[in-house]
């Protein structure tokens, strides 16, 4: 009976003590999966389908279309503005843009605070603050050429590339192993929206 208590009392404590650690590094990675799976693209209210009829609003929005055009990723025809077979490697028309990164990488990932469990929101069995890295794991060239560095003045080649360093709140739920990002400040939101010019 002692032996059998004894055995109870252990398997607790290691339960107890499991539910403390730190999350390793491959669910911290799992949690942040949907992060490095997300793509950087020029976008505009202009791309979000081909072809694009000629207009005043076009007319009016040339310093956008024409780098483009420029790049061979846009067709100027008399009429309409259409998609070449090189720019529908890289347009998507769910961003309404040019993709230039498909993928970013995460690294220097660490746990930097345990929140208390007498502090924990009801329904979260533990809750952890990660700092990590992340940046694009490669960048197609043509986004930094000087066709396109001129409609996104305000960036440096440097600003496109660059590594971001993030602090998130990451939790799991009660009766679950699965960490989830529980943070509502957070946003990771690459890539550039280049503003239309509208026309009445």
Not at 161 to 174: E, G, I, N, W
Request: with cysteine; hydrophobic share 40%; glycine share 4%.
């Amino acid at each position: 009976m002692i032996r059998f208590l004894l055995s109870v009392l252990l398997a607790i404590g290691l339960s107890a003590c499991s539910q403390n650690a730190d999350p390793d590094k491959a669910d911290i990675l799992a949690a942040l999966n949907d992060l490095a799976t997300k793509k950087a693209c020029v976008s505009s209210t202009l791309f979000q389908a081909f072809p694009i009829s000629k207009t005043n609003q076009t007319e009016a929005n040339q310093d956008i279309i024409q780098p483009f055009v420029e790049l061979g990723f846009i067709a100027n025809k008399p009429d309409e503005y259409t998609l070449s077979e090189k720019g529908q490697l890289v347009y998507d028309k769910n961003q309404a843009g040019f993709c230039y990164t498909n993928q970013f990488k995460i690294s220097d990932i660490s746990v930097v605070k345990k929140e208390s469990d007498n502090n924990l929101p009801p329904g979260l069995s533990g809750v952890w603050y990660v700092r990590f890295n992340i940046e694009p794991e490669s960048t197609e060239e043509w986004v930094l050429s000087s066709a396109m560095l001129q409609v996104v003045s305000h960036l440096t080649p440097d600003q496109i590339t660059k590594t971001h360093s993030f602090t998130v709140r990451l939790a799991k739920k009660h009766g679950e192993e699965e960490l989830i990002i529980a943070d509502p400040r957070f946003s990771f939101n690459p890539g550039m929206r280049l503003n239309t010019k509208f026309t009445f």
